[in-house]
């Protein structure tokens, strides 16, 4: 059982950065594979990130690379996600998700999700 505690979020203007974070609980964080999704109003849920349990693999849903980074600190059971040049059109709910597998990118193969955040992006 895995229980994940999302950082606050906050509102930027475009071309900021902001972290996220995500913290977890519960025993074996190193064996789950770690993702963020976001949802807009009005949208599904989309892929964002994901790190993989076993080599720190990770990729990205295509309008974010290059622009968002996510990493993972075992030692803390944490995953991260570094989000620069944000664009409105990166607001949305923020979630991280943890699955006991190797890496997905739909939302429906995750396991334990935390409680969402808020990013807010202004033009």
């Known amino acids: 059982q895995v229980q994940l505690v999302e950082s606050e979020g906050g509102s930027v203007q475009a071309g900021g950065s902001l972290r996220l974070s995500c913290a977890a609980s519960?025993?074996?964080?190193?064996?789950?594979?770690m993702g963020w999704f976001r949802q807009a109003p009005g949208k599904e849920r989309e892929f964002v990130a994901v790190?993989?349990?076993?080599?720190?693999?990770?990729n990205y849903e295509d309008s974010v690379k290059g622009r968002f980074t996510i990493s993972r600190d075992n030692a803390k059971k944490t995953v991260y996600l570094q989000m620069n040049s944000l664009k409105p059109e990166d607001t949305a709910v923020y979630y991280c998700?943890?699955?006991?597998?190797?890496?997905?990118?739909?939302?429906?193969?995750?396991?334990?999700w935390g409680q969402g955040t808020q990013v807010t992006v202004s033009s």
């Open positions: 998700a943890a699955r006991f597998g190797n890496t997905r990118i739909s939302f429906t193969d995750y396991d334990y």
């Open positions: 790190i993989a349990r076993s080599d720190d693999s990770t």
């Open positions: 519960g025993r074996a964080f190193s064996t789950y594979t």
